[in-house]
């Protein structure tokens, strides 16, 4: 069973900065996907960031130009950095990696932006 764990969420203010990272239990060559999704209270859980193994993105209308996500093959990690936060991007943040048969979820990180 592959596990992800996440890491990196926490309080910051408008404007600032926060770093995730989400390490896989195995290689993430065998991922086609990997990505972050938040949640928000009441909200629906969206997505954030993708990326496919060949390396290609796609983001959020809403974080597009703000946030980047990357992968580290070495460290079998893949990153999200947020800049210029909002308020808005307060959510439980989870990694996700979809192999060709399941799946998988991380067990969340919180972002909170306030001042």
């Known amino acids: 069973q592959v596990q992800l764990v996440e890491s990196g969420g926490g309080l910051v203010q408008p404007g600032g900065s926060l770093r995730l990272s989400c390490v896989a239990s195995?290689?993430?060559?065998?991922?086609?996907?990997m990505g972050w999704y938040r949640q928000a209270p009441g909200k629906q859980r969206e997505l954030v960031a993708g990326i496919t193994s060949s390396g290609r993105t796609n983001y959020a209308n809403s974080v597009k130009g703000r946030f980047t996500i990357s992968l580290d093959n070495a460290k079998n990690t893949v990153n999200l950095q947020m800049n210029s936060l909002k308020p808005d991007d307060t959510a439980v943040y989870y990694c996700n990696a979809q192999d060709t048969l399941h799946s998988y979820w991380g067990q969340g990180t919180q972002v909170t932006v306030s001042s």
């Open positions: 195995e290689s993430i060559f065998r991922f086609l996907t």
